[in-house]
RNA sequence: AGAGAGGUGGCCGAGUGGUCGAAGGCGCACGCCUGGAAAGUGUGUAUACACCAAAAGUGUAUCGAGGGUUCGAAUCCCUUCCUCUCUGCCA
């Protein structure tokens, strides 16, 4: 959520910069001003009668004690109408306070300065491309063909015992996706991130801490019997362990990688472009979670990039990357760099990795601090990206190296695999 | 799931109606002591919000959370969440 203060301090700046997202977000701050200046008000009245209230208690304590009853008694009776005010402005104070809450939570994060104007992905930028298309044969296929002939994924099967979108993967296929998770445990490990295992269900609190609620109530799944959600994706138990924390400064930087499925409903998006693997249910998915020094997230964003682009390299695909546009932008993310893989036989680009810089935007929910070299508690800045997601990695994957002979698998994930060709 | 115990500051732990934001200890920071260190010793050591141009300062709230009783609640009552122990179940 956004920092009121900052709010309070740059009013118009903001404004301006939300601008960017298509938003005209005038009215919205104004509001939040608005209940904000009542809430200080309200406050001010309120804590002024408390401190009255508490000066007659500690006198009327006095009194009994030097045994002077009645004096007492007659100072109980001022506190009555004190206490009626205090009841109501606490009240007041509270239902003010949850309207500021809710208003402050409709207030995306400020895009970045670099991020381009836009309304939609074809207004992304790329920034960078890199990795030589293949040439495939004629009968090149897509994965989702693939995978019945070389029996390495069943959709079916998934239908069977779940629903559609929620894929059995098979033999090679099974043991390729293994193969991937590893992998890219590995590569992330090796660049300094601390792997972590966190439980897949969450409770609401975290929903709340990165953002998931209350916006995309409906995009994950709730276990009601128990109020808890399943992860739509790591991001949310991993940087929830900071949750509530103030850090020092030689705590930074703070690195985790995870390995969990993610859950996604995905509600309303059904169409041509969910075929096979490209969009599910159930996924695997690598994430990198950092938590910075606001000096220095940008150049973590950057290292992150790079980190990435690395293993890309080595997967060998073509890919691309995008800066998001302002109409594209995800509600908490200050700015995102999107990777995305060729898929040769489908013609496209398809989505395999997503990092942003949420600044402060997140922590600020979170109440993630830090201690400064003043002694003074400033939120910290969080990162995350995916690094990588599986399925479309894999479709890119299947697709690319496919061959007359069967499909090959590049040579990083040969020694994860035990295979070189799933034919 | 049933029965019981409990949730207090960074940690441990005292506190069962009044001056308690909370004893004591540990830890941490700074100083003294020391050739240096340890030991010893002194001081300090929560967060949020409001008032104030700001600092200083003052006020308010916070003893899991929410509500209630009371002039006054860490302390009494209700609700709720969580943890632990035993029983049950079980990878």
């Given at each position: 959520?956004?920092?009121?203060?900052?709010?309070?301090?740059?009013t118009?700046d903001?404004v301006?910069a939300?601008?960017?997202?298509?938003?005209d977000?005038?009215?919205?701050v104004?509001?939040?001003?608005?209940?904000d200046e009542?809430?200080r008000?309200?406050q001010t009245?309120?804590d002024?009668?408390?401190?009255?209230?508490?000066?007659?208690?500690?006198?009327?304590?006095?009194?009994?004690?030097?045994g002077k009853?009645?004096?007492?008694n007659a100072?109980?009776?001022k506190?009555?109408q004190l206490k009626?005010?205090?009841?109501k402005?606490?009240?007041t104070l509270?239902?003010?306070?949850d309207?500021l809450?809710?208003?402050?939570?409709?207030?995306?994060?400020?895009?970045?300065?670099?991020?381009?104007?836009g309304?939609?992905?074809?207004?992304?930028?790329t920034?960078?491309e890199?990795?030589?298309?293949p040439?495939?044969?004629?009968?090149?296929?897509p994965?989702w063909?693939l995978?019945?002939?070389y029996?390495?994924i069943d959709?079916?099967?998934?239908v069977?015992?779940?629903g559609a979108?929620f894929p059995?993967?098979?033999?090679?296929g099974a043991?390729l996706?293994?193969?991937l998770i590893?992998y890219?445990?590995?590569?992330?490990?090796?660049?300094g991130?601390?792997?972590?295992?966190v439980?897949?269900?969450v409770?609401e609190?975290?929903?709340?801490?990165?953002g998931?609620?209350?916006d995309k109530e409906?995009?994950m799944?709730?276990?009601t019997?128990?109020?808890?959600?399943?992860?739509?994706?790591a991001?949310?138990?991993?940087?929830?362990?900071l949750?509530?924390?103030i850090?020092?400064?030689?705590?930074f930087?703070?690195r985790y990688t995870?390995?969990?499925?993610?859950?996604r409903?995905?509600?309303?998006?059904y169409?041509a472009?969910?075929r096979?693997?490209?969009?599910?249910?159930?996924?695997?998915?690598?994430?990198?979670?950092?938590v910075?020094h606001?000096?220095n997230?940008?150049?973590?964003?950057?290292?992150?990039?790079?980190h990435?682009k690395q293993i890309?390299?080595?997967?060998?695909?073509p890919?691309?990357i995008?800066?998001?546009c302002g109409?594209?932008l995800?509600?908490v993310?200050?700015l995102?760099?999107?990777?995305e893989?060729?898929?040769t036989?489908q013609?496209?680009?398809l989505?395999?990795?997503?990092?942003?810089?949420f600044e402060?935007?997140q922590?600020n929910?979170?109440k993630?601090?830090?201690t400064?070299?003043?002694?003074?508690?400033v939120?910290?800045h969080t990162l995350?990206?995916?690094a990588?997601?599986?399925?479309?990695v894999l479709?890119?994957?299947?697709?690319?190296?496919?061959?007359?002979?069967?499909?090959?698998?590049p040579?990083?994930?040969?020694?994860?695999c035990?295979?070189?060709?799933?034919?």
């Amino acid at each position: 959520m956004i920092l009121l203060q900052s709010l309070r301090d740059n009013t118009q700046d903001i404004v301006n910069a939300l601008k960017k997202r298509n938003l005209d977000a005038a009215p919205l701050v104004e509001n939040v001003l608005r209940l904000d200046e009542k809430r200080r008000a309200v406050q001010t009245q309120l804590d002024t009668i408390l401190a009255q209230n508490n000066t007659l208690s500690k006198e009327i304590g006095m009194l009994f004690k030097a045994g002077k009853a009645q004096e007492a008694n007659a100072l109980k009776e001022k506190t009555g109408q004190l206490k009626e005010d205090s009841k109501k402005l606490g009240e007041t104070l509270n239902s003010i306070k949850d309207q500021l809450q809710e208003a402050l939570y409709q207030i995306p994060n400020v895009p970045h300065p670099s991020v381009p104007a836009g309304s939609s992905d074809t207004d992304n930028e790329t920034v960078f491309e890199e990795g030589g298309i293949p040439k495939l044969d004629p009968n090149a296929i897509p994965h989702w063909e693939l995978a019945k002939k070389y029996d390495i994924i069943d959709f079916e099967l998934g239908v069977k015992i779940t629903g559609a979108g929620f894929p059995v993967y098979k033999g090679k296929g099974a043991r390729l996706q293994r193969a991937l998770i590893s992998y890219f445990l590995d590569k992330n490990t090796a660049a300094g991130y601390t792997e972590i295992q966190v439980p897949h269900l969450v409770n609401e609190a975290s929903g709340y801490g990165t953002g998931q609620l209350p916006d995309k109530e409906g995009q994950m799944y709730h276990i009601t019997a128990d109020d808890l959600y399943l992860i739509p994706t790591a991001e949310v138990p991993v940087t929830n362990l900071l949750r509530d924390q103030i850090l020092n400064e030689p705590d930074f930087p703070i690195r985790y990688t995870g390995y969990t499925p993610c859950f996604r409903r995905e509600a309303g998006s059904y169409g041509a472009h969910v075929r096979g693997l490209n969009r599910l249910h159930q996924f695997d998915k690598v994430e990198i979670v950092r938590v910075e020094h606001p000096q220095n997230s940008y150049e973590a964003l950057d290292a992150m990039v790079e980190h990435v682009k690395q293993i890309l390299r080595e997967l060998r695909l073509p890919y691309r990357i995008l800066r998001l546009c302002g109409g594209d932008l995800g509600f908490v993310a200050a700015l995102t760099y999107d990777f995305e893989v060729f898929s040769t036989a489908q013609d496209r680009w398809l989505e395999i990795s997503s990092i942003s810089n949420f600044e402060n935007y997140q922590a600020n929910r979170l109440k993630l601090r830090f201690t400064d070299k003043n002694g003074k508690k400033v939120l910290a800045h969080t990162l995350n990206g995916s690094a990588l997601a599986l399925p479309r990695v894999l479709a890119g994957i299947l697709e690319n190296y496919q061959t007359p002979e069967g499909i090959k698998i590049p040579e990083v994930l040969v020694p994860y695999c035990g295979f070189e060709i799933i034919d």
